[in-house]
T-cell receptor
Framework: EAGVAQSPRYKIIEKRQSVAFWCNPI?????LYWYQQILGQGPKLLIQ????????DSQLPKDRFSAERLKGVDSTLKIQPAKLEDSAVYLC????????????FGPGTRLTVL | GNSVTQMEGPVTLSEEAFLTINCTYT??????LFWYVQYPGEGLQLLLK?????DKGSNKGFEATYRKETTSFHLEKGSVQVSDSAVYFC?????????????FGSGTQLTVLP
């Protein structure tokens, strides 16, 4: 069974530029999560999807971050414009559905904002 | 709100030494508890879990017991190997509205020397 795929693995941009990350969850997983992991900290949930609907985006900085999962499969997270403090690893995870505890994580995208 | 507190690292041990990484939590309701491991350059992998009080999770020689009376879920291994070098995250999952959300500790870096 293929795991959660993410791309790119690394991205370096300058502040005020925009950037997008892509995630393809495990086949058949209805729930998809985006986390932000700042160096030295645990992951923090940004947004959670159930199929193509948003379940929770309470911690997403909506003035600059957006995410979509239009067909209920893969997802894109965008930052526009980026700030220095957005430098982090962005992790995507999926689970069978929102009532199942186990989340499977992708390798992450390491973003550096200069 | 929910929170997880882990012992601060980094932790450096010699091969075959005994490992304990402390984890305590604060949560409403009846959370499930997890340990995730993150190897360099990779995403988080579920190491073990426990879903109710007094449950013991175990995997690859690691163990942790869900102690409701002390709100703890300490990770232990009797004899560590160099290959166990990684960052370990304690996490809890509790229902928040309609979604199960993972709350992570800040992680503990473990280095095992040959």
């Amino acid at each position: 069974e293929a795991g959660v795929a993410q791309s790119p693995r690394y991205k370096i941009i300058e502040k005020r530029q925009s950037v997008a990350f892509w995630c393809n969850p495990i086949s058949g997983h209805a729930t998809l999560y985006w986390y932000q992991q700042i160096l030295g900290q645990g992951p923090k949930l940004l947004i959670q999807f159930q199929n193509n609907g948003v379940v929770d985006d309470s911690q997403l900085p909506k003035d600059r971050f957006s995410a979509e999962r239009l067909k209920g499969v893969d997802s894109t997270l965008k930052i526009q414009p980026a700030k220095l403090e957005d430098s982090a690893v962005y992790l995507c995870a999926s689970s069978v559905n929102r009532d199942r505890n186990e989340q499977f994580f992708g390798p992450g995208t390491r973003l550096t904002v200069l | 709100g929910n929170s997880v507190t882990q012992m601060e690292g980094p932790v450096t041990l010699s091969e075959e030494a005994f490992l304990t990484i402390n984890c305590t939590y604060t949560a409403t309701g009846y959370p499930s508890l997890f340990w995730y491991v993150q190897y360099p350059g990779e995403g988080l992998q579920l190491l073990l879990k426990a879903t109710k009080a007094d449950d013991k999770g175990s995997n690859k020689g690691f163990e942790a017991t869900y102690r409701k009376e002390t709100t703890s879920f300490h990770l232990e291994k009797g004899s560590v190997q160099v290959s166990d070098s990684a960052v370990y995250f304690c996490a809890l999952s509790d229902r928040d509205g309609s979604a199960r959300q993972l709350t992570f500790g800040s992680g503990t870096q473990l280095t095992v020397l040959p």
